[in-house]
């Protein structure tokens, strides 16, 4: 089993940024994707964003060119560096890793963009 433990996550005023980390409990071999995704309050949980082991990337159209995903192998961390924040971002944050045999979820970060 593998543990994800997601972290950074706090109050941002609109147009500001955080950066949000996802530590994995172990090396997670055999990986297909690792992705961000965001839930608010009666809404279903929606792709953030996502990495292939190829190195490529996806986006959800509404945060294209503000976000980025990445990852630091030597640390098991994945992290969503989140620019010119704005009030519909503002949702619970979640870190995935999704392989063939299973799927592993953290337990959220909040994300508040506010004045």
């Known amino acids: 089993q593998v543990q994800l433990v997601e972290s950074g996550g706090g109050l941002v005023h609109p147009g500001g940024s955080l950066r949000l980390s996802c530590v994995a409990s172990?090396?997670?071999?055999?990986?297909?994707?690792m992705g961000w995704y965001r839930q608010t309050p009666g809404k279903t949980r929606e792709l953030v964003a996502r990495?292939?082991?190829?190195?490529?990337?996806d986006y959800v159209d509404s945060v294209k060119d503000r976000v980025t995903i990445s990852r630091d192998t030597g640390k098991n961390t994945l992290y969503l560096q989140m620019n010119t924040l704005n009030p519909e971002d503002t949702a619970v944050y979640y870190c995935n890793v999704y392989t063939a045999a299973d799927e592993f979820w953290g337990q959220g970060t909040q994300v508040t963009v506010s004045t």
């Open positions: 172990r090396e997670i071999i055999g990986w297909l994707t």
């Open positions: 990495l292939f082991p190829s190195g490529s990337t």
